[in-house]
């Protein structure tokens, strides 16, 4: 099965910064997705990442915040902006070989000061 | 919009005792029903998954889930538990390809 690979792995930004967080798949998929995971809450989906095109936002994100990129069907990127204390969360991103079933990466654990 | 609710926000059990982690989806017609599970310091996994077909499914490391259509639910189970089965457990539903997950259930195994 497909590899998912996320980087990095964790890390500490100031606020008013921004980071990118990349995700790799060793194979074609052709779906990919984003989700966040703030503490001690469950997964909500941001948006899926669409080659090609611009990505599908979900109800309270917005591309401004979380511009997403996907130049091929390898690789995303997921880019927190202008980060606040409140961004603070684990993103993950995900990958869809049918419509049925889902695969996660590892995450990239942000803390924002 | 489709919603998930694990009641069982935090479980404690010792080794050998059964387990059961409820899960219920708000509304009905045809459902594609996940369990997922996250180890300590690892990332999610597939358990198991349920589309069609037998309403018991089994997955990995002896976990098995039985989907009730009647009862919206699609309870997870193990017989007995280990200590390595320690982890944060999430049900999650497909709704056009896209996954609703519960709040997830902490369990806690003891030795």
């Known amino acids: 099965s497909a590899v998912i690979s996320q980087k990095p792995s964790r890390d500490i930004c100031q606020r008013g910064t921004s980071l990118t967080i990349q995700c790799q798949v060793d194979?074609?998929?052709?779906?990919m997705f984003w989700y966040r995971q703030q503490p001690g809450q469950s997964l909500t989906l941001i948006a899926t990442?669409?080659?090609?095109?611009?990505?599908?936002?979900e109800s309270g994100f917005v591309i401004d915040k979380f511009p997403i990129s996907r130049p091929n069907l390898t690789f995303s990127t997921l880019t927190v902006s202008n980060m606040s204390p409140e961004d603070s969360s684990i993103y993950l991103c995900?990958?869809?070989?049918?419509?049925?079933?889902?695969?996660f990466g590892p995450g990239t654990r942000l803390t924002v000061l | 919009a489709q919603s998930v609710s694990q009641h069982n926000h935090h479980v404690i059990l010792s080794e050998a005792a059964s387990l059961e982690l409820g899960c219920n989806y708000s509304?009905?017609?045809?459902?594609?029903l996940f369990w997922y599970v996250q180890y300590p310091g690892q990332h999610l996994q597939l358990l198991l998954k349920?589309?069609?077909?037998?309403?018991l499914v089994k997955g990995i490391k002896g976990f098995e889930a039985e989907f009730i259509k009647s009862k919206f639910s699609f309870n997870l189970r193990k017989p007995s538990v280990q200590w390595s089965d320690t982890a944060e457990y999430f049900c999650?539903?497909?709704?056009?390809?896209?996954?609703?997950f519960g709040t997830g259930t902490r369990l806690q195994v003891f030795p």
């Open positions: 995900s990958f869809g070989t049918t419509r049925d079933t889902q695969y």
């Open positions: 194979s074609q998929v052709t779906m």
């Open positions: 990442a669409n080659q090609g095109s611009e990505a599908t936002y």
């Open positions: 509304y009905g017609g045809t459902v594609n």
């Open positions: 349920y589309f069609s077909g037998d309403p």
């Open positions: 999650a539903v497909m709704e056009e390809y896209k996954l609703i």
